[in-house]
């Protein structure tokens, strides 16, 4: 079994910005993919960046990209998402994920683990 805490979620103004953390335990030897999904009030789960296990690989959605970035530590099985330039529209629970394939994916389903969601709301 696999669990993931995530940490850094919080209150900041449109422009600021937040780092998200993700730490993965009882999977120290493994080789996986990670990714981050958020969910905003009354919408569907939206897919936001996932990473392959070596961290070449990086997939982003378009509402994302170029703000966000992804990346992680191995070494302490801990993934990041940096969130800069934040909007009021980037508000939601995100949700840190784990899948047992070293390739990265946008769906989901792909994931096999699931963080618990943290908070992050940007005020304008």
């Known amino acids: 079994q696999v669990s993931l805490v995530e940490s850094g979620g919080g209150l900041v103004q449109a422009g600021g910005s937040l780092r998200l953390s993700c730490a993965a335990s009882?999977?120290?030897?493994?080789?996986?993919?990670m990714g981050w999904f958020r969910q905003a009030p009354g919408k569907e789960r939206e897919f936001v960046a996932a990473?392959?296990?070596?961290?070449?690989?990086?997939l982003y959605s378009d509402s994302v990209k170029g703000r966000f970035t992804i990346f992680r530590d191995n070494a302490k099985n801990t993934v990041y998402l940096q969130m800069n330039s934040l909007k009021p529209e980037d508000t939601a629970v995100y949700y840190c994920?784990?899948?047992?394939?070293?390739?990265?994916?946008?769906?989901?389903?792909?994931?096999?683990?699931w963080g618990q969601g943290t908070q992050v709301t940007v005020s304008s």
């Open positions: 994920a784990f899948r047992w394939s070293r390739v990265a994916t946008t769906t989901y389903d792909t994931y096999d683990y």
């Open positions: 009882g999977a120290t030897a493994s080789s996986y993919a």
């Open positions: 990473i392959n296990w070596s961290g070449l690989s990086t």
